[in-house]
Protein backbone atom coordinates (compact mmCIF):
# COMPACT_ATOMS: atom_id res chain seq x y z
CA UNK A 1 0.00 0.00 0.00
CA UNK A 2 1.68 3.50 -1.10
CA UNK A 3 2.47 5.44 2.05
CA UNK A 4 3.30 9.15 1.91
CA UNK A 5 4.56 10.23 5.55
CA UNK A 6 5.57 13.70 6.38
CA UNK A 7 7.31 14.95 9.53
CA UNK A 8 8.99 17.78 11.27
CA UNK A 9 6.29 20.54 11.76
CA UNK A 10 6.10 22.38 15.19
CA UNK A 11 5.99 25.55 16.35
CA UNK A 12 9.31 28.28 15.88
CA UNK A 13 9.54 31.86 16.81
CA UNK A 14 9.85 34.00 14.02
CA UNK A 15 13.02 34.17 12.34
CA UNK A 16 13.59 30.32 12.98
CA UNK A 17 13.73 27.69 10.88
CA UNK A 18 12.23 24.28 10.59
CA UNK A 19 13.03 21.18 8.28
CA UNK A 20 9.72 19.47 7.07
CA UNK A 21 10.76 15.42 5.35
CA UNK A 22 8.01 13.60 3.07
CA UNK A 23 8.94 9.74 2.48
CA UNK A 24 7.05 8.04 -0.48
CA UNK A 25 6.70 4.20 -0.14
CA UNK A 26 6.56 3.34 -3.84
CA UNK A 27 9.23 1.70 -6.28
CA UNK A 28 9.52 4.49 -8.94
CA UNK A 29 10.77 7.45 -6.32
CA UNK A 30 12.44 8.88 -8.91
CA UNK A 31 10.30 9.74 -11.39
CA UNK A 32 7.79 11.19 -9.20
CA UNK A 33 7.27 15.10 -9.15
CA UNK A 34 7.37 16.08 -5.61
CA UNK A 35 5.70 19.38 -3.85
CA UNK A 36 4.97 21.01 -0.74
CA UNK A 37 1.64 22.72 -0.44
CA UNK A 38 0.35 24.93 2.43
CA UNK A 39 -3.40 26.16 3.57
CA UNK A 40 -3.27 28.64 6.25
CA UNK A 41 -6.80 28.92 7.77
CA UNK A 42 -9.55 30.86 5.43
CA UNK A 43 -7.34 30.50 2.73
CA UNK A 44 -7.10 28.78 -0.01
CA UNK A 45 -3.76 25.47 -0.46
CA UNK A 46 -1.23 26.85 -2.56
CA UNK A 47 2.17 25.75 -3.99
CA UNK A 48 5.09 26.42 -1.19
CA UNK A 49 7.82 24.69 -3.65
CA UNK A 50 8.36 21.38 -6.16
CA UNK A 51 10.85 19.14 -7.40
CA UNK A 52 10.97 17.08 -10.45
CA UNK A 53 12.83 14.01 -11.43
CA UNK A 54 15.33 16.20 -13.03
CA UNK A 55 15.61 17.60 -9.71
CA UNK A 56 14.28 20.75 -11.23
CA UNK A 57 12.79 23.30 -8.94
CA UNK A 58 9.99 25.87 -8.41
CA UNK A 59 9.14 28.53 -5.46
CA UNK A 60 6.55 30.54 -4.85
CA UNK A 61 7.58 34.20 -5.21
CA UNK A 62 6.63 34.53 -0.62
CA UNK A 63 9.45 31.82 0.05
CA UNK A 64 12.02 32.54 -2.74
CA UNK A 65 15.60 32.92 -0.63
CA UNK A 66 14.20 31.64 2.32
CA UNK A 67 13.30 28.06 1.48
CA UNK A 68 14.87 24.90 0.14
CA UNK A 69 13.33 22.05 -1.21
CA UNK A 70 15.47 18.86 -2.52
CA UNK A 71 15.10 15.33 -2.29
CA UNK A 72 16.96 11.98 -1.93
CA UNK A 73 16.01 9.53 -4.07
CA UNK A 74 17.80 6.83 -2.39
CA UNK A 75 15.75 7.54 0.54
CA UNK A 76 12.62 7.74 -1.23
CA UNK A 77 12.25 11.28 0.70
CA UNK A 78 11.85 15.13 0.06
CA UNK A 79 12.86 18.05 2.18
CA UNK A 80 11.90 21.20 2.64
CA UNK A 81 14.66 23.40 4.87
CA UNK A 82 12.31 26.50 6.13
CA UNK A 83 14.80 29.73 7.41
CA UNK A 84 14.02 33.18 8.23
CA UNK A 85 10.35 31.72 9.05
CA UNK A 86 7.81 34.23 9.53
CA UNK A 87 4.34 34.76 11.29
CA UNK A 88 2.74 34.19 7.55
CA UNK A 89 4.15 30.95 7.18
CA UNK A 90 1.53 29.84 9.78
CA UNK A 91 -0.64 27.11 7.90
CA UNK A 92 -0.90 23.05 7.84
CA UNK A 93 2.13 21.87 5.41
CA UNK A 94 1.23 18.86 2.66
CA UNK A 95 3.16 16.95 0.58
CA UNK A 96 2.46 15.84 -2.69
CA UNK A 97 3.59 13.60 -4.91
CA UNK A 98 2.79 13.06 -8.81
CA UNK A 99 3.55 11.10 -11.71
CA UNK A 100 1.04 10.64 -14.73
CA UNK A 101 -2.27 9.91 -13.39
CA UNK A 102 -1.07 9.11 -9.80
CA UNK A 103 -1.42 12.26 -7.52
CA UNK A 104 -0.56 11.47 -3.86
CA UNK A 105 -1.38 13.65 -1.21
CA UNK A 106 -0.05 13.23 2.79
CA UNK A 107 -2.39 14.04 5.70
CA UNK A 108 -0.55 17.58 6.61
CA UNK A 109 2.09 18.34 9.05
CA UNK A 110 1.16 22.19 11.31
CA UNK A 111 3.89 24.74 11.05
CA UNK A 112 3.49 27.58 13.38
CA UNK A 113 5.58 30.74 13.95
CA UNK A 114 5.01 32.84 16.66
CA UNK A 115 6.96 34.67 19.44
Known amino acids: QVQLVESGGGSVQPGGSLRLSCALSVNSFSVYRMGWYRQAPGKQRELVAS???????NYADSVKGRFTISRDNAKKTVYLQMNSLKPEDTAVYYC?????????WGPGTQVTVSS
Open 96 to 104: NGQVNSINI
Open 51 to 57: ITSSRTT
